[in-house]
């Protein structure tokens, strides 16, 4: 007889045990890519303009922690873009994406209780939870394109 015959159950459980920690390590290489995404933008703002240091963006790797410590990566980006364009007289990025990256923060925050909330409310519960995580997903991607195309106006070593 071989194992599986056997034991089910234990293969079951060592399948679920090597999903779950497969997920986990996917999760944190996209959080590692992320806040490395991230501390680059701050990089490439000139000091003196920077509303956060570069390596604060390592604190979205903390498990709630970062749920609160949103609103202090994602608008303070956008006001230290918005800071640096305002010196050189570029003001056609209005906000740079500041009031997309609220947005996004107060999702991540509404959404917690919010899934709980609909958790109980047949049908209609998981089609919200489910519109909820896409629109944050959504804002979320629109924060990281336009912390791209804003690190991208910015010469990799600004003039002092």
């Known amino acids: 007889m071989d194992m599986n015959s056997q034991h089910p159950q234990a293969?079951?459980?060592?399948i679920g045990i090597i999903g779950f920690v497969v997920i986990?390590?996917?999760?944190?290489a996209i959080g590692v890519a992320i806040c490395y995404f991230l501390m680059t933008c701050f990089k490439r703002i000139p000091a003196e303009f920077r509303k956060q240091e570069p390596g604060m963006v390592w604190l979205l790797l903390i498990p709630c922690f970062?749920?609160?410590w949103n609103?202090?990566?994602?608008?303070?980006?956008?006001d230290s873009y918005q800071a640096y364009f305002q010196s050189v007289g570029r003001t056609e990025?209005?906000?740079?994406?500041?009031?997309?990256?609220?947005?996004y923060c107060i999702l991540v925050v509404a959404s917690i209780p919010l899934s709980f909330v609909l958790a109980f409310i047949p049908i209609v519960g998981p089609l919200a939870n489910c519109a909820i995580s896409i629109a944050t997903l959504v804002f979320w991607i629109m924060v990281l394109v336009k912390a791209a195309s804003l690190k991208?106006?910015?010469?990799?070593t600004p003039a002092a």
Request: glycine share 8%.
């Open 11 to 14: 293969l079951l459980a060592a």
């Open 24 to 28: 986990v390590i996917l999760a944190l």
């Open 66 to 68: 970062n749920i609160v």
């Open 71 to 78: 609103f202090f990566v994602y608008p303070k980006l956008a």
């Open 93 to 103: 990025f209005g906000d740079c994406g500041r009031q997309t990256a609220m947005i």
């Open 152 to 156: 991208g106006q910015i010469p990799e």
